[in-house]
């Protein structure tokens, strides 16, 4: 769809936005009221959005559900600032967030049930599900204090429904190339003093891209019985997952390559990236006079077995292509003990200490093969029977935080929290029991120390019944070791096989949050200013893909969102960003010329970004969704010499409730649009496409 047909659609959808101001408020509506809903991502403590100076969102399970999403692309799809490229270099079933301006791999914290879902590495996002969820709470902005893993642009908390919720359902689904799945979910009848619930799903994905695909199945126990005073939490989650991966389609200067066919692949034949999860946590939540203990310990175990390609050359001339076959194992700790304490009815604190330990062990090897640029076969290639790179990293997240919270009076609220960090990591690489000479040791140990923290302050200068105005206003300072990526094809990082510096960042972020026409409407703008020092990038040395320090970097925006709730069942939420992130200093070479990079803006980083989507969802007759995105232009490359064009995608759903059943059909990027939407780090200038246009068709049971 063209962006002036878009930008037309989206002011339409806007409409009500201004009439909700202008007109007189409707009788109230039977479904509930934002203000109802609470987050604990911010503070761990629950408030409602509207008290915490931060911009946050919740999206529930029923909302989510009445939108027919079912990834994280589709549930973040309308929120302010927010863009989810679908698929990425783990695979069609990943995605790769953006938060800020700002679209690297770790930037952002996931957590699902208060457990940083990656640990110690990287978000887990591939074997991420959304079934049976009960809310989804997104924090915009830094998070320096609560976990281990720390974020500087975002933190998705995905929230699972309670063992003690009774309600279930069971589904089957089916659509375009060949995709479907059965899922469903129940409370089971009590055992043994266990509140329990058990959810599970299998199904398949096709996409129109050659060879491309993921199966997956994964199953979830949640349990919780009274023991003592307090209650114990136990939760058992597998997951297996195997992908059919696509390829990135390469750049030739300003463009994508027109050489290369929309969805050729060019993996060899039988190319897989399969993995295995293991997820297992127990907490205990025990009442201390006017304050909780919680406790958490959980353990994560991955394993994964790689063979997959990318193209190296655009030549023709054979080999043109290369490759990686290996198997990689990951294993996190998370532990987390922390005092949520109310002295009264002004203070608030919450105090504790965590450790984040992540593991990991690598063996593969590197190989070249000859790919057709046009796809026309799969090459066979026959994979490495001997592993020749060895790859191990160790590393250790300590924390011990405090966190306040001050109301002097009804219409102040000050918050601030500090944590103090120790970090160390250890890494081997090379070939196995190769022989090291004295010194080559040096620089793959690594130990910090370091503060961290935020204070932010929120005011309320005007309030009438559910009606109120509120400004706030907030400053963070953030640490996090450098990323890591276990790679078998890679070049040794810039500057030898040194662990990277770790990225640090100070930001600013001040805004207004507003609810109006009783309660009806909630209108929020913010802006941001942010620093960042030695931000990871992914850049090619010697032709091979390789992680380095990126210098100082500035990212400055704002977000605007606004969300209404029209008479009966229809409902709205519309947004809009301004991003603008840019190199302050990045000396690099390209071509053995040295760069510099100060003032260019960072690649695959829209400075444009708006939404809009309407739901109408009663609880029986017809259910009707429709929403659009928007994403303007970006740079391709870090010099800023090659511009892709902006895009829109359109989705909707129809479908019809009885008292127990649903059908309905929806419509993904329904414009068939293929825009470039994130830059593989493995296959350079390359990047992946949003995902054609899909249909499906869906029968729910609820019972």
């Known amino acids: 769809m063209p962006l002036r047909k878009s930008a037309v659609f989206l002011w339409l959808l806007y409409a009500p936005v201004v009439c909700a101001q202008t007109s007189p408020s409707p009788s109230p509506s039977p479904s509930p009221s934002r203000s109802e809903y609470v987050e604990v991502v911010a503070t761990r403590i629950p408030e409602t959005p509207a008290d915490v100076p931060a911009a946050i969102d919740v999206l529930t399970g029923d909302e989510l559900r009445d939108r027919g999403a079912t990834d994280l692309h589709e549930a973040l799809a309308l929120l302010a600032g927010v863009d989810v490229a679908p698929g990425g270099d783990n695979g069609p079933a990943a995605s790769v967030p953006e938060f800020w301006g700002l679209k690297e791999f770790d930037a952002f914290l996931l957590v699902v049930d208060g457990v940083p879902w990656g640990g110690a590495f990287n978000p887990a996002l591939a074997s991420l599900s959304l079934d049976d969820v009960e809310r989804i709470e997104v924090l915009r902005g830094p998070a320096p204090v609560m976990y281990g893993a720390t974020s500087f642009v975002g933190v998705v908390h995905v929230v699972r429904r309670s063992p003690a919720d009774r309600r279930g359902s069971a589904g089957v689904s089916g659509g375009s190339y060949g995709s479907g799945a059965i899922r469903g979910e129940v409370g089971l009848p009590r055992w043994l003093g266990f509140d329990s619930r058990l959810s599970a799903d299998v199904?398949?994905?096709?996409?129109?891209?050659?060879r491309s695909g993921a199966d997956r199945g994964h199953v979830l126990w949640r349990g919780s019985r009274a023991v003592g005073s307090g209650r114990l939490r136990l939760d058992l989650d597998g997951t297996w997952l195997d992908q059919d991966p696509a390829s990135p389609h390469p750049r030739q200067g300003g463009a994508l390559s027109d050489r290369v066919p929309l969805d050729a692949n060019h993996n060899p034949d039988g190319a897989f990236l399969n993995e295995r999860r293991f997820f297992a946590a127990a907490g205990y939540d025990h009442g201390l006079g006017r304050g909780t203990w919680s406790t958490t310990l959980s353990f994560t175990r991955s394993s994964q077995d790689v063979f997959r390609g990318f193209l190296a050359d655009l030549g023709g001339a054979a080999p043109d292509a290369r490759g990686q076959r290996g198997t990689i194992g990951v294993s996190d700790l998370y532990f987390d003990t922390h005092l949520a304490w109310a002295a009264a009815e002004r203070w608030k604190l919450v105090a504790g200490v965590d450790h984040l330990h992540g593991g990991a062990e690598g063996h593969g090897a590197a190989f070249d093969y000859f790919a057709p640029l046009d796809g026309s076969f799969a090459p066979v290639v026959a994979e490495p029977t001997v592993f020749d790179k060895d790859i191990g990293d160790r590393r250790e997240f300590s924390g011990l935080y405090a966190f306040g919270e001050w109301n002097p009076s009804p219409v102040w609220r000050l918050q601030a929290g500090a944590r103090l960090n120790r970090t160390a990591e250890s890494r081997e690489e090379g070939e196995p029991n190769a022989s090291r000479g004295a010194g080559e040791e040096s620089g793959r140990e690594r130990e910090d120390l370091r503060l961290s923290g935020s204070a932010g302050l929120a005011w309320t200068p005007w309030q009438r019944g559910s009606d109120r105005v509120r400004l706030f206003a907030s400053y963070s300072d953030t640490f996090k070791p450098a990323a890591l990526d276990l790679n078998f094809a890679a070049s040794e990082p810039a500057g030898g096989e040194r662990i990277l510096e770790p990225e640090t960042s100070q930001a600013l972020e001040a805004g207004i949050k507003s609810r109006l026409a009783g309660g009806r409407l909630d209108v929020e703008l913010s802006g941001f200013l942010m620093g960042f020092r030695n931000l990871v990038v992914a850049q090619a040395i010697g032709g091979l893909p390789a992680l380095a320090n990126a210098g100082r970097e500035r990212f400055k925006g704002i977000e605007a969102t606004a969300v209404w709730r029209l008479a009966g069942h229809l409902s709205g939420r519309a947004s809009y960003s301004f991003h603008d992130a840019r190199f302050r200093d990045y000396l690099t070479?390209?071509?053995?010329?040295?760069?510099?990079?100060?003032?260019?803006?960072?690649?695959?980083?829209?400075?444009?970004?708006?939404?809009?989507?309407?739901?109408?969802?009663?609880?029986?007759?017809?259910?009707?969704?429709?929403?659009?995105?928007?994403?303007?232009?970006?740079?391709?490359?870090?010099?800023?010499?090659a511009l892709a064009p902006g895009y829109a995608e359109v989705s909707t759903g129809l479908g019809w409730r009885t008292g127990k059943w649903e059908a309905r059909v929806a419509g993904r990027n329904l414009g068939d649009e293929r825009a470039p939407v994130s830059e593989s780090e493995l296959g350079d200038s390359q990047y992946y496409r949003l995902p054609a246009r899909r249909v499906e068709l869906s029968i729910l049971r609820r019972f």
């Open 589 to 641: 070479e390209f071509d053995g010329v040295p760069t510099q990079l100060a003032g260019k803006r960072l690649e695959m980083s829209a400075r444009h970004m708006g939404s809009a989507g309407l739901a109408y969802a009663p609880p029986r007759g017809l259910v009707a969704t429709a929403e659009l995105r928007l994403v303007g232009s970006r740079y391709f490359d870090k010099r800023n010499t």
């Open 203 to 210: 199904g398949r994905e096709r996409y129109r891209d050659d």
